[in-house]
C-alpha cells in the first residue's frame, strides 16, 4: 500500500476572477471544465487525454452546462438535470460557480466543483472521481439545502452529458424473466430517447441502467470511439437522451424521479449516485475492458481480486425438495467431480408454514426439522467432512403472507397505507419494507443468525424475488412517502455495509430471480451475481455476452445444468454446456448422478482444467471476438491475463446452415511480437489439433486459426501461453 502522503496533492479552495479550465482526468481521457467567478460551470470537452486544455478555445470549442437545472434562462427542458421547488415556492434554479478543489490520494483523484444559487443559499458540489488504473471517471453531486424551510428535489439526476452530434449509436439492454441482457443497437435521432426503470428492487431486468454511445456510427467491437455510461443504483433509474438542437445530444442519468420527490428540510444534503462513464477508442471491447478493470481493482465488485469456487448449486438438482439424503447426495457426486463448495438453495425453512412451494414460510428463516431433523449444522458438517465448503440460500428482504413473520409484523411490508396489499410470486409473496430501521435490523440478524449457527458458511445466496407494487411505506409519515423508494435502497445499503463490516470474508451472490439486480449500485457487496435463470448454454450464450458488455467474467455465475435444459427443453452436449458456462464462474445446478459414467469423468476432468485456467478467466481482459447476435452462427471470444502471457479463447457454432460461411477464428489482446504454445482444452471426440503448435500473437490476432466446429452446438476451448 502506498503511503497516503506520497501522493496527496490537496488543493486548497480556490476562488478565481477570470474563466478557467479544469482537466478532469484519467491515464487516458479528459473531461474539462470551464468555470468563472458567478457564471455556470459550463463542460466543453470529453475525449482523449488534453494536456493542454488552451487548444479547445483556440479550437473555438463552446461549453454546454455541466448540470442543466430547470427554469432559469434555460432552452433545457427534457434535459435539465436538476429540478428544484425552493421553500418560498420558486421554480427555477441557477447554480454558479464559486470554487473548486482538487486532490490525490493512493491513485484516486477526486475534483470537485462548488456551486450556490444566485438567488438561494442552496448549494450543489458537482464530484468528479477518478483512478490510475482505468479510464473511469465517476461524477455525482452533492446537493445541500442552506434555505430557512424545506425544499423539494423534483428530479436530481447524478450527472449530465452532451454528446456532439453525428452519426451516434446507442446500445442498451433489454430483458425478462430468462432473458436478460438483450443488446439493442439503434441509431439516435432527434427527440427523447429513455431507458428506465420503476420496478423497485429489480433495475435490471427490464432495462439496465447502462449504456453505451457508439460516436463513429453502427457498434463496433474493438474500433470506433465509444462512451459508456453506468449508474451504480440498484433503485429506479432513469438514463435519457435529448436531441432539441442541431449540436449535441444531451444525456442526463440518474435516480428516476417518478413518484420519488424528495424534501431536505434546512441543512440536509442529498448525495447522488454515481455515473460512471468511459471513453474509449477502441470500441465496446474497449469500454467493458475498462469497466471490468474498474470493478476488480477499485472494489466496485466484493472482493474482486478473490478467486471464485466452483460449486454446485441444489435448485435445479431437487428444487424445494431439499433434505438431508439428497443434499448429501449431491454433495457426494460435486466432491468426486472436484468442486469445491456446495450450496443448499432454497425450500430448507419453515416451522409453522413449511417451504414446500414459493407460497410459503419467507421470513420464518428456522430450519424445517421435517426435511432436515439434524439441522443446518449437520449439513455445514457434512460438507466439511467431504472437503466442501458450504453455502445457503436466503431471500431476507421478503415475508409471505403465509409466515410466522407476516403475522408478527403485517406492518412491515411495503404497503400503500391503508390498502390491501397485492402479493407476488407463489400468490401470497410481499415485500419487506428496508426503509424501516426494524426491518433493516431483522435483514441484518438473517445473516447474523446463520453465522452464528453456521459459522464456517462460506457463501450466501442472496435472492429478490418481488419488484415493488405496493407503492408505499407503512413507516414513513404521510409527507414522506415519497422518499420511500429512495429511502428502500438507503436501507438496503446501510445493511449490507453492517454485514460486510462484521462479515467482510463471507461470499455473498446477489441473484434476483437471475439476473435482476446485476447492477453496480450493489455490486460492491456482493462478489458476483446469478447471470440468469435460464442456464440453457445457447441461450446463455446471448445473456452472458450482453452481460459481459459491463460486467467482467470473474463475476458473472455460470452453471451447468441439465440436458434436456429445464427452461428450453433443449438438448445440448456436455462440452457445449461445459464451455459457455467456463467461460465465467463455473458451477454445476444439476444432480451429479444423472451424468452418465462418460460425461461423469468429462466432468471430472473439465472441473480440474478450469483450476488451471481460473486466473485467467476470472481475472484476465475479455476480448469479445464474432457476436452470437450477427447471427452467423459462430461465437468466440477470448480472455487474457493482463501481463499478456496467457489466453483462453472460446468458440462456439449455434447455427448449422448448407454452405455455411466459416470464419477464420481471430485471437485479441495478445503481445503481437510474442511467440505462443496452444493447448486445446475440454477435448472430447476428434481433437482440433493445435495441441503444442507455436504461432506467435500477430499471426493469431491477424489471421487466426481454421477450427473444424464440425456440427451444430460444437465448440472449441483454446489455452494460449507465452513461450520464452
Ligand atoms: C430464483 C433464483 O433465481 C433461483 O436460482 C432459485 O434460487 C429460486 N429463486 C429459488 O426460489
Redesign the pocket.
Given at each position: 500500500m502506498k503511503k497516503f502522503s506520497l501522493c496527496l496533492f490537496l488543493s486548497a479552495i480556490a476562488i478565481v476572477c477570470g474563466a478557467k479550465e479544469i482537466n478532469v482526468f484519467t491515464p487516458n481521457t479528459s473531461l474539462v471544465l470551464s468555470v468563472k467567478e458567478g457564471s455556470p460551470v459550463e463542460l466543453l470537452y470529453y475525449g482523449d487525454r488534453l494536456d493542454n486544455t488552451a487548444q479547445l478555445s483556440a479550437a473555438q470549442f463552446q461549453g454546454e452546462p455541466a448540470y442543466p437545472c430547470f427554469g432559469y434562462g434555460s432552452a433545457f427542458f427534457n434535459a435539465s438535470a436538476l429540478s428544484v421547488t425552493h421553500s418560498d415556492g420558486d421554480l427555477a434554479t441557477n447554480l454558479l460557480y464559486v470554487a473548486d478543489s482538487y486532490s490525490c490520494k493512493d491513485g484516486v483523484h477526486d475534483w470537485l466543483v462548488h456551486t450556490r444559487d444566485s438567488k438561494h443559499k442552496f448549494e450543489v458540489d458537482l464530484c468528479y472521481r477518478s483512478y490510475d488504473n482505468c479510464d473511469v471517471l465517476e461524477m455525482w453531486t452533492v446537493i445541500r439545502n442552506g434555505e430557512k424551510k424545506p425544499v423539494v428535489l423534483e428530479k436530481y439526476a447524478s450527472a449530465a452529458l452532451p454528446v456532439r452530434q453525428g452519426d451516434v449509436w446507442v446500445s442498451h439492454e433489454h430483458g425478462k424473466w430468462a432473458a436478460e441482457a438483450c443488446l439493442v443497437e439503434e441509431p439516435l435521432n432527434a427527440g427523447h430517447f429513455e431507458v428506465s426503470d420503476i420496478a423497485g428492487t429489480k433495475n435490471a431486468f427490464l432495462n439496465r441502467p447502462n449504456i453505451l454511445l457508439s460516436l463513429d456510427g453502427k457498434p463496433s467491437e474493438n474500433s470506433g470511439r465509444t462512451i459508456g455510461a453506468v449508474l451504480c443504483w440498484s433503485g429506479n433509474f432513469k438514463m435519457s437522451i435529448d436531441t432539441e438542437g442541431y449540436m449535441h445530444h444531451h444525456l442526463v442519468c440518474g435516480i428516476n424521479e417518478t413518484g420519488s420527490r424528495y424534501t431536505l428540510k434546512k441543512g440536509e444534503s442529498f448525495t447522488t449516485p454515481a455515473l460512471a462513464l468511459v471513453y474509449s477508442n477502441e470500441g465496446k471491447g474497449g469500454v467493458s475492458r475498462n469497466y471490468h478493470r474498474w470493478a476488480r481493482h477499485n472494489g466496485k465488485i466484493h472482493d474482486g481480486l478473490g478467486l471464485r469456487k466452483i460449486l454446485l448449486?441444489s435448485?435445479e438438482g431437487v428444487y424445494f425438495n431439499v433434505s438431508q439424503e439428497s443434499m448429501e447426495k449431491m454433495m457426494d457426486g460435486v466432491r468426486d467431480l472436484g468442486a469445491e463448495l456446495f450450496v443448499m438453495?432454497?425450500g430448507w425453512f419453515g416451522r409453522k408454514y413449511k417451504r414446500n412451494n414459493?407460497s410459503y414460510a419467507l421470513g420464518d428463516w428456522y430450519t424445517d426439522t421435517d426435511k432436515l431433523p439434524q439441522g443446518v449444522p449437520a449439513l455445514e458438517q457434512a460438507a466439511a467432512q467431504r472437503g466442501l465448503k458450504w453455502g445457503i440460500?436466503i431471500?431476507p428482504e421478503m415475508t409471505n403472507t403465509l409466515s410466522e413473520l407476516y403475522e408478527q409484523h403485517p406492518d412491515w411490508v411495503v404497503a400503500n397505507p391503508g390498502r390491501e396489499p397485492i402479493c407476488g410470486r407463489g400468490g401470497t409473496q410481499l415485500t419487506l419494507d428496508m426503509s424501516n430501521p426494524a426491518v433493516q435490523d431483522f435483514v441484518f440478524r438473517v445473516v447474523d443468525n446463520i453465522m452464528k449457527e453456521t459459522p464456517d458458511t462460506y457463501y450466501i445466496?442472496w435472492?429478490c424475488?418481488m419488484e415493488i407494487i405496493n407503492t408505499g411505506s407503512q413507516y414513513l409519515s404521510a409527507d414522506r412517502q415519497s422518499h420511500f423508494y429512495v429511502d428502500y435502497q438507503l436501507g438496503l445499503i446501510k445493511t449490507l455495509e453492517r454485514i460486510r463490516a462484521k462479515y467482510p470474508e463471507l461470499v455473498i451472490q446477489c441473484?434476483?430471480?437471475?439476473g435482476g439486480r446485476v447492477n453496480y449500485g450493489l455490486m460492491p457487496y456482493f462478489d458476483e451475481f446469478?447471470v440468469s435463470?435460464n442456464t440453457d448454454a445457447e441461450q446463455r450464450l446471448f445473456i452472458q455476452w450482453g452481460t459481459s458488455m459491463f460486467f467482467p467474467t470473474g463475476a458473472m455465475a455460470q452453471h451447468v445444468s441439465a440436458s434436456p435444459n429445464h427452461q428450453t427443453g433443449r438438448e445440448l452436449p456436455l462440452k457445449f454446456r461445459f464451455d459457455v458456462a467456463m467461460s465465467g464462474r463455473l458451477g454445476m445446478e444439476m444432480k451429479p448422478s444423472d451424468l452418465s459414467a462418460d460425461e461423469f469423468e468429462f466432468a471430472r476432468k473439465a472441473f480440474s482444467t478450469y483450476k488451471d485456467i481460473r486466473p485467467i478467466v476470472q481475472q484476465g481482459d475479455l476480448y469479445r471476438m464474432i457476436s452470437p447476435y450477427d447471427n452467423t452462427g459462430y461465437a468466440s471470444q477470448v480472455l487474457v491475463s493482463e501481463d499478456k502471457k496467457q489466453a483462453v479463447f472460446f468458440a462456439y457454432k449455434i447455427r448449422q446452415y448448407v454452405n455455411q460461411n466459416k470464419p477464420r477464428f481471430r485471437f485479441d489482446g495478445l503481445d503481437p511480437d510474442a511467440c505462443y504454445r496452444l493447448t486445446e482444452l475440454n477435448a472430447a471426440g476428434a481433437p482440433e489439433g493445435w495441441e503444442g503448435q507455436i504461432f506467435s500473437g500477430k499471426f493469431l490476432m491477424n489471421t487466426g486459426l481454421e477450427l473444424k466446429l464440425p456440427g451444430v452446438y460444437s465448440s472449441c476451448v483454446i489455452k494460449a501461453e507465452k513461450v520464452d
Open positions: 448449486n435448485w438453495d432454497d414459493d440460500w431471500e445466496k435472492d424475488n441473484c434476483a430471480s437471475g446469478w435463470d
